[in-house]
C-alpha cells in the first residue's frame, strides 16, 4: 500500500476521532485522562504532583488532550483576583472514553454500576478462531437488562 492511499484511508476517520486517538497515544495522555476521571477537576500542580511527572510532560499532553476536545480547562478568578485554571474531562472526552470501554465490557472501570457485563477475555475465539460479534455482546447485555442470565462458557 502507497504512502498516499495509507494516508487516505487514515483521513476515513473523522478528524475529531483521529485527534483524540492521536492524544490518548501520546506519551501521558491516557495517564492523565484516567486521573481525570477517577479523580475530578485537578490543577496543573495537582496532576504534575499525582503523576510524578515533569512541567513539559504534563504540558505536552494536555496540549494534545484539550486540541482533541478530550480535557478543558477551566479558569475562575478568586476574591484575590488569582486566577485558579482547573482541568477536567469534557464532554465529548467523557462520551468517547465511556464508548471505548463499554465496547469492551469493561465500563466499570472508572466508574461504579452494578450492571454484569459481558467480559472480553480475548478478540478472537480459539476454538472457531471466528471474531466475536459486536452485536451479539450488545444482544446479550440487553437481555440481561431484560432480567436474563448471561450464558456460562
Known amino acids: 500500500m ?5 494516508k487516505e484511508r487514515a483521513e476515513l476517520f473523522p478528524l475529531e476521532i483521529r485527534q483524540a486517538i492521536e ?8 495517564a492523565i485522562v484516567a486521573t481525570l476521571l477517577e479523580e475530578g477537576p485537578q490543577s496543573f500542580t495537582e496532576l504534575k504532583e499525582d503523576l510524578g511527572l515533569s512541567s513539559s510532560q504534563i504540558t505536552n499532553a494536555l ?14 478568578i478568586d476574591d484575590e483576583s488569582s486566577y485558579n485554571g482547573r482541568y477536567e474531562i469534557s464532554e465529548f472526552g467523557s462520551r468517547f472514553v465511556y464508548q471505548m470501554l463499554e ?9 461504579s454500576h452494578d450492571e454484569p457485563y459481558e467480559p472480553v477475555t480475548n478478540y478472537q475465539n480459539k476454538e472457531t478462531g471466528n471474531e466475536p460479534v459486536v452485536e451479539s455482546y450488545h444482544r446479550q447485555k440487553r437481555s440481561l437488562d431484560a432480567g436474563s442470565e448471561l450464558p456460562v462458557q
Open 2 to 6: 502507497s504512502n498516499n492511499l495509507a
Open 23 to 30: 492524544a490518548l497515544d501520546k506519551k501521558h495522555g491516557k
Open 103 to 111: 465496547s469492551l465490557g469493561s465500563v466499570d472501570s472508572f466508574e
Open 63 to 76: 496540549d494534545a488532550l484539550t486540541i482533541a476536545g478530550l480535557v478543558r480547562k477551566r479558569t475562575t
